[in-house]
């Protein structure tokens, strides 16, 4: 082939002979097996960066918990549960998944509610719990607070739930349609669509 042909091109076959059909099966193939190469790659790029940029989660177990919270010096509550699950990552949390029961204590360290429910979820960041299933509270006067699921704010001091809440107390039945917010001690409640039954005393003269 002569370096001042134009037409000079540069093609192996295998026996020499110019094959114009064989030569597009060739090149076909290849860009095929490329396509295919490059696709592989880039999926395997984006597994490389989904598995880089995916929130990593970290769990803490603890079993037999026995809890306090004080504030000022002074116990607040105490909570025990037979599993702890401490959840690292962005919005941190910790998780009670078999049953808990928590103690709150007035400002003279006297107990005056108590809680029982199924699930429970601290949110540290928020001072605030999430209570869910079969939730009860209790106070000393034998008041009793039940709904499905139940807030509460630690800071404010209080219990609340937009859901249907039902209180039980002396000569009173109460039942929240669109829930209610409550004192932790259950001596003021506030319901939201109440209903319900309230037992006046006969006036004596």
Not at 21 to 49: G, H, Q, T
Not at 62 to 83: C, M, V, W, Y
Not at 130 to 150: A, E, F
Request: charged share 30%; glycine share 4%; net charge negative.
């Amino acid at each position: 082939m002569s370096e001042n042909n134009p037409d000079t091109r540069f093609v192996i076959l295998p026996d020499h002979r110019s094959n114009p059909v064989r030569s597009n099966r060739l090149v076909s193939a290849s860009l095929f097996l490329l396509a295919l190469f490059v696709l592989v790659s880039c999926e395997n790029d984006e597994k490389l960066i989904k598995d880089l940029t995916d929130e990593k989660v970290m769990v803490e177990e603890a079993r037999h918990i026995e809890s306090f919270l004080s504030q000022d010096g002074k116990l607040k509550a105490r909570l025990t549960a037979p599993l702890m699950l401490r959840v690292l990552s962005d919005s941190m949390y910790i998780e009670f998944p078999n049953t808990l029961h928590c103690d709150f204590y007035d400002d003279s360290s006297r107990r005056e509610t108590w809680l029982d429910c199924k699930y429970g979820k601290y949110y540290e960041n928020e001072g605030k719990v999430y209570l869910r299933d079969s939730v009860v509270v209790i106070n000393t006067k034998g008041d009793t607070l039940r709904s499905p699921d139940l807030w509460w704010d630690q800071n404010k001091k209080i219990f609340y739930t937009d859901n249907p809440a039902t209180y039980h107390g002396i000569n009173r039945k109460i039942y929240g349609e669109k829930g209610l917010v409550a004192t932790q001690d259950l001596t003021s409640i506030i319901f939201n669509r109440p209903t319900g039954e309230v037992k006046v005393p006969e006036s004596t003269y």
